[in-house]
């Protein structure tokens, strides 16, 4: 399987690049994004074969079909990771909720976020190849939340690698703050910075672009890569837990294998949702993808009007904070796909340029083919985690996002997966303020909770509370070269 990019090809870059290519390089030309040339099938056989295979048996079959340049051991230890989720036989287990709704838990991983299941086994194979090619990699991040801590997890002690993460000082939840700052590795190098997400996201920018950065870079013989959601290493583990939990409803006897279902993302960068768009393309029987968002509703605006315009909309902070994006880089693929790659360097132009882009009607039919998508209110979310709770099931502000879009949006009635993408435990405040109760500290909110809905804290969770803080650095934004450089 070859790589070729959204916005076509510059006469410089390569024409189409393997697997491993898109991963250690992952900006194309013109600033787009590596896609599969063409996405293998799954046929009736394929789904009858795995109907009760082991997730990472299905994740190796998935890729045998992707036919990816990444060595079979290499594969299979970095699926090894899976087995450090809390039930190593079922790393992503779906909860029945309602008689038609199942939740499928992307966050039994160390980190307790969804983000976990992909890079969890794709820091791993960054790193090997890495390795393998005698490189030295560099991965930066800037964090408002999730993408942060689970990083660091994953490139713990890699070889090969370094990474150094920004977090705004002022902006994240203790339980985040703490997954970074207690972080034991040599290779990596932890933050804060005086200011908000925005301080640290223009910082990280910056940097990036720096010729002289990178000049002292080379110098000490390392490279910038990236570990976001647009490395395509990462969103081919984001299509595997779709065909999972779906054949997983199979095996349980509520849906027959064929019968469609509907798909529940809560969604930012689009990441979660691009892997269950390919899977259905690929063959999943879906009916639709509903897309879920929080007040920052730029993609329900996409998806019901065909507009996707900056100018009128700043970001707003949500209790679902991993989901406070305007920017929602996936969509790009989204647009190759549907209208190829001329169409979308067109539309990516109109947006850097107008800070908008426009679909034809006929354009925004063919994208409601397959997605719809609604939003939620911060109050609409929290009415949601106390319903749920009195039924005995406690959600995370994201994952609570959902349940609008599974009322309001199912045409027909189908069985429905909704994917919930972090542990409760991270938004404790939260969860705690929506029944009933105002605490200011997660460790507070996690007790209260805990005690009361007899929910249990993961170990990882509760130990944070004890560990050293490792990273003390919390600096203004003009020192980070320096400090980075000096890490380096
Ligand atoms: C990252 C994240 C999301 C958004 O996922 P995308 O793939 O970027 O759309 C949703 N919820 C949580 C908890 C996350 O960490």
Do not use: W
């Given at each position: 399987m070859t790589f070729i990019e959204t916005r076509g090809n510059d006469g410089v870059k390569p024409a189409e690049v393997t697997f491993s290519q898109a991963i250690l390089s992952p900006s194309a030309s013109f600033g787009g994004l590596y896609v599969p040339k063409k996405l293998p099938t799954l046929d009736f056989d394929f789904f009858k074969a795995h109907s009760n295979s082991h997730y990472?048996?299905?994740?190796?079959?998935?890729?045998?079909?992707?036919?990816?340049?990444?060595?079979?051991?290499?594969?299979?230890?970095a699926l090894d990771r899976y087995d450090a989720f809390d039930d190593p036989n079922d790393p992503v287990p779906l909860k029945k909720v309602e008689d038609d709704a199942f939740v499928s838990e992307l966050w039994h991983g160390p980190t307790r976020a969804f983000k976990d299941m992909a890079l969890q086994p794709f820091g791993y194979i960054l790193s090997k190849l890495a390795e393998k090619r005698k490189e030295h990699y560099l991965i930066m991040a800037a964090t408002s939340g999730d993408t942060g801590p689970a990083t660091l997890e994953t490139f713990k002690n890699a070889s090969n690698v370094k990474v150094a993460c920004l977090y705004p000082g002022g902006g994240t939840s203790d339980v985040q703050r703490l997954q970074m700052v207690t972080e034991e590795a040599n290779n990596e190098k932890v933050i804060g910075i005086n200011g908000d997400f925005d301080d640290a996201q223009t910082a990280l920018k910056s940097l990036l672009a720096s010729d002289s950065f990178k000049a002292k870079l080379q110098e000490s013989n390392t490279q910038l890569s990236a570990a976001n959601s647009v490395n395509f290493g990462r969103i081919?583990?984001?299509?595997?837990?779709?065909?999972?939990?779906?054949?997983?409803?199979?095996?349980?006897?509520?849906?027959?294998?064929?019968?469609?279902?509907?798909?529940?993302?809560?969604?930012?960068?689009?990441?979660?949702?691009?892997?269950?768009?390919?899977?259905?393309?690929?063959?999943?029987?879906?009916e639709k993808i509903l897309i879920s968002s929080n007040i920052n509703n730029i993609l329900t605006d996409l998806i019901t009007k065909g507009e996707y315009d900056l100018t009128c909309k700043s970001l707003i902070q949500t209790t679902s904070p991993a989901m406070d994006i305007l920017k929602s880089s996936n969509v790009e693929r989204i647009l190759f796909d549907k209208f190829g790659s001329s169409r979308t360097k067109q539309l990516m132009d109109d947006l850097a340029e107008n800070g908008k882009y426009k679909l034809t009607h006929e354009e925004l039919e063919i994208l409601r083919e397959d997605f719809d998508a609604t939003f939620s209110s911060d109050e609409e979310g929290k009415e949601v985690i106390a319903e749920y709770a009195k039924k005995g099931y406690i959600m995370d502000p994201h994952t609570a996002t959902c349940f609008k879009a599974y009322k309001n949006l199912r045409k027909k009635s189908l069985k429905t997966i909704i994917y919930s993408t972090a542990e409760w435990t991270k938004f404790s405040p939260t969860v705690c303020e929506a029944l009933g109760r105002e605490v200011e500290r997660d460790l507070d909110a996690l007790k209260w909770i805990s005690e009361k809905?007899?929910?249990?804290?993961?170990?990882?969770?509760?130990?944070?509370?004890?560990?050293?803080?490792?990273h003390k650095t919390v600096i203004d934004k003009e020192k980070i070269e320096e400090e980075i450089l000096k890490f380096i």
């Open positions: 990472k048996e299905l994740c190796k079959a998935l890729f045998e079909k992707f036919d990816v340049d990444i060595a079979e051991v290499d594969l299979n230890a081919i583990f984001q299509i595997i837990y779709h065909v999972h939990s779906y054949l997983e409803l199979v095996k349980r006897g509520e849906i027959s294998l064929g019968e469609t279902v509907y798909l529940v993302v809560p969604s930012g960068n689009f990441g979660n949702a691009l892997g269950g768009y390919y899977a259905k393309k690929m063959g999943l029987p879906v809905f007899n929910v249990p804290v993961p170990k990882m969770i509760a130990e944070l509370f004890e560990k050293p803080i490792v």
